[in-house]
């Protein structure tokens, strides 16, 4: 019990330090007196850290009289997936959430602290405090992780299988989380701005930092979320269109829009209402994207099971909806913008096709997640929206998004001056098409593949020339080159060189990708897509965690050890374990999909009609998928890079 009253207490003087920092802000606001909302911010992080320093330490001494121990953890779980564990299920992941965000709210306060009296920063102190208690609340109650468990437990039943498999898991989950709760910070002014009716100050531009270095680490968790499954699913890909998936997306797409939409209302003063909607539109998505993934509703490999917080989150997150459109309607005559947009091809032109074509994917992403709740709703069945739905919208947009990475950096504002443009672009342009050359001589014939190398080269010289322009311009004013990646313009020129490279690995890799099963017995070999494969025999590995059936299998002449892995406890899950062999040029995956014989062999799949010490083999090969990590890598280094980026009058980020 001593672990259960510790655990419960923390998270009551946490809640107690945040509904103390609202009530602290509204009475300073109310009475034009300065708050001192450090204190309270500090309360409540020394709160919520002390529950889960609490939780870590009965998941590591393997303490089994809290119940989430207990069910999360066994007494042969190694160290670093007793850790994993606080977020390898529901209540342990909302403590995970409310640290981050107990953090991020320490930091904001602090960091604003010489401009506390200002009634924007008051109201969004006030705002975030206010979220911090409504996650805590759900842990004092219906989400509570300290209830105490009666029953004497020897073992433990240990972290579902996948979730032990890897340890990606120790930096996947924090990272999305931490992208999540990121975006509590624009969301948070945008109120702020329009409580007080400021809507034409410079905030929305002083939260773009924040919002990019939330935007950052989201992408990066996307993209380790995409190399966990890739790596322990066992099904050779990478994204699958998953309802999870796409929750964590979903923020991902209006923050990109509202990052490049802040720099006209910084430039031209337009896009006020744009900027305000698309903060809170990033907020409550990320609530909804809790909602789907705490609730049960939706049925995914990602999700957590059924919970009793469906209503608590969806009803958040209607509030927050409500409070944000009633704010913008009641507000709507100030955030009407003096000017217009002169041409539709200058700049400002090009960031509102910007902004419709993230927003009106995200549009479509969001139905075809909701649609089959809506369907079992309605008519009481059951329907499933796959990926060539998702598909046919996404590879028209990326190939859109891709011209205008080409235009945008290189355009003008307010008019277009097409002898200007083409200056500018024809270098880009000449080098793209002698790559279509090159490709077209190397025998590639695909139109959808030769447009997006294209497309993507187009947009890589144009970021490649903003770029050299950074430097030049440093130069010009007698810095160091290094001072030229804090310059306005690198970090997001970065950005897009890894959004290029990214979009030419996944247009290579699923274009011509090749995908065998074969049958071999020991010492046999098989060539799949020019990779030599050869069978070399099984071994059994057994320790106090688990049993691997292990291949030795050689693809190249390098050694490769696929496996079915049962764990213990959790009833015996047994997951594949793919090896890959991977370089620059292309990715060999192997599974061990299927054994001959009577069945002896543990964990695999048995197929009685083959002879006894065959195996059958799963062998993906996928061209240029390493380059998908590089590129992702590029995203993580670009919003670092835009996140300390000085501030330069005449340069604007494109």
């Not at 340890?167 to 109120?191: K, N, R």
């Not at 997306?249 to 990109?256: A, M, N, Y």
């Amino acid at each position: 019990m001593t672990l259960t009253w510790l655990g419960r207490v923390a998270l009551y003087v946490a809640l107690l330090a945040a509904v103390g920092g609202v009530v602290n802000q509204i009475v300073a606001l109310r009475t034009a007196k300065t708050s001192r909302s450090l204190p309270w911010a500090v309360g409540s992080l020394a709160g919520v850290a002390a529950a889960v320093g609490v939780m870590q330490y009965a998941l590591i001494t393997h303490d089994f009289s809290l119940a989430y121990v207990a069910e999360n953890n066994a007494t042969f779980t190694p160290l670093l997936y007793s850790i994993t564990g606080m977020w390898s299920a529901l209540e342990g992941s909302l403590l995970l959430w409310s640290l981050l965000l107990a953090a991020l709210i320490a930091a904001v306060v602090r960091f604003y602290r010489s401009k506390a009296n200002d009634p924007v920063v008051g109201w969004a102190t006030a705002v975030l405090f206010g979220v911090s208690a409504f996650f805590i609340f759900l842990m004092c109650g219906p989400a509570d992780p300290f209830i105490h468990n009666g029953a004497k437990v020897l073992e433990g039943a240990g972290p579902n299988a996948l979730l032990q498999d890897n340890p990606l898991v120790a930096i996947h989950p924090p990272l999305l989380y931490a992208g999540f709760v990121g975006f509590t910070v624009p969301f948070a002014f945008a109120i702020g701005m329009l409580a007080t009716g400021r809507v034409h100050d410079r905030w929305p531009l002083e939260q773009r930092r924040w919002t990019v270095l939330a935007w950052g680490v989201l992408s990066v968790g996307i993209v380790l979320g995409a190399w966990w499954s890739y790596q322990v699913l066992g099904w050779g890909g990478f994204w699958g269109w998953d309802p999870v998936e796409n929750a964590a997306l979903l923020p991902w797409l209006t923050g990109t829009a509202y990052i490049h939409s802040v720099i006209v209302q910084d430039r031209r003063g337009l896009f006020r209402v744009w900027n305000l909607s698309l903060a809170i539109a990033t907020f409550s998505l990320t609530v909804l994207g809790t909602f789907f993934t705490r609730s049960g509703v939706l049925q995914s490999v990602h999700a957590f099971s059924s919970s009793t917080l469906g209503p608590l989150l969806i009803g958040f997150f209607f509030v927050t909806v409500a409070l944000g459109v009633g704010l913008v309607a009641w507000r709507g005559d100030r955030l009407r913008s003096p000017v217009g947009v002169d041409h539709p091809l200058s700049r400002e032109g090009l960031f509102i096709a910007n902004n419709v074509l993230f927003v009106g994917f995200a549009v479509v992403v969001l139905l075809g997640t909701v649609f089959p709740l809506l369907y079992e709703a309605v008519n009481g069945g059951q329907v499933t929206v796959g990926a060539p739905y998702f598909a046919s919208v996404a590879v028209p947009m990326s190939i859109v998004l891709l011209v205008l990475m080409s235009l945008a950096p290189l355009v003008g504002w307010r008019t277009l001056d097409a002898a200007v443009l083409w200056n500018r672009l024809r270098l880009s342009a000449w080098s793209a098409l002698s790559v279509v050359v090159l490709l077209l001589a190397l025998g590639v014939r695909r139109p959808m593949v030769l447009a997006a190398y294209f497309l993507a080269s187009a947009a890589g010289g144009a970021a490649l020339r903003t770029l050299r322009g950074t430097f030049v311009a440093a130069k010009r004013r007698g810095h160091p080159w290094w001072k030229a990646w804090r310059g306005p313009s690198a970090g997001g020129m970065v950005v897009h060189l890894g959004i290029v490279t990214m979009a030419l690995s996944i247009v290579t890799s699923t274009s011509y990708t090749t995908r065998n099963e074969v049958t071999l017995a020991t010492g046999q070999s098989t060539v799949v897509a020019g990779q030599f494969v050869t069978f070399r025999g099984f071994q059994t590995l057994r320790d106090s965690l688990e049993t691997a059936t292990q291949l030795r299998v050689e693809v190249n002449h390098h050694a490769l050890l696929p496996a079915v892995t049962t764990y213990n406890g959790r009833k015996g899950q047994s997951v594949g374990t793919p090896a890959i062999d991977s370089n620059l040029q292309r990715d060999v995956y192997v599974t061990f999909d299927a054994v001959g014989g009577n069945g002896a062999t543990s964990g695999a799949q048995v197929q009685g009609n083959l002879p006894a010490g065959s195996v059958v083999l799963g062998v993906t090969v996928e061209p240029m998928l390493a380059w998908l990590w590089i590129g992702g890598l590029l995203l993580g280094v670009g919003s670092v890079l835009s996140f300390l980026r000085r501030r330069h009058n005449d340069e604007v980020d494109a």
